[in-house]
């Protein structure tokens, strides 16, 4: 039972630095694209993302690689379910825009 409920911890930990990466990835390509300086963006973002990201795997996987792969499912998950839901954003976002009916 403990094991079963820290690989489930293990995964919901792995959604949330997921979701901080991928989520922060996409707010950068958001902001960067429209700098003056997009390379500092990228390359800023890309350093903390990647930083935090780390720290947190090392720190929820405790040593143990079970968890560590528990954690990465859940970075995967993340990163499918923003994914998506910058694309429903996406298609929402172009019908808005036109003043045409969706």
Not at 7 to 19: E, F, I, R, S, V
Request: with cysteine; hydrophobic share 50%.
């Amino acid at each position: 039972m403990y094991e079963t409920v820290t690989m489930l911890l293990a995964l919901m930990g792995g959604l949330l630095l997921g979701a901080f990466f991928f989520g922060g990835l996409w707010w950068t390509v958001q902001k960067g694209l429209g700098s003056q300086h997009p390379a500092l963006w990228f390359f800023a973002s890309f350093l903390l993302r990647t930083s935090i990201t780390l720290a947190g795997l090392y720190c929820v996987s405790g040593g143990h690689w079970q968890r560590l792969i528990a954690c990465l499912l859940g970075c995967i998950l993340a990163r499918l379910i923003v994914t998506w839901l910058s694309r429903m954003g996406k298609q929402g976002g172009l019908s808005r825009g036109t003043g045409h009916a969706a």
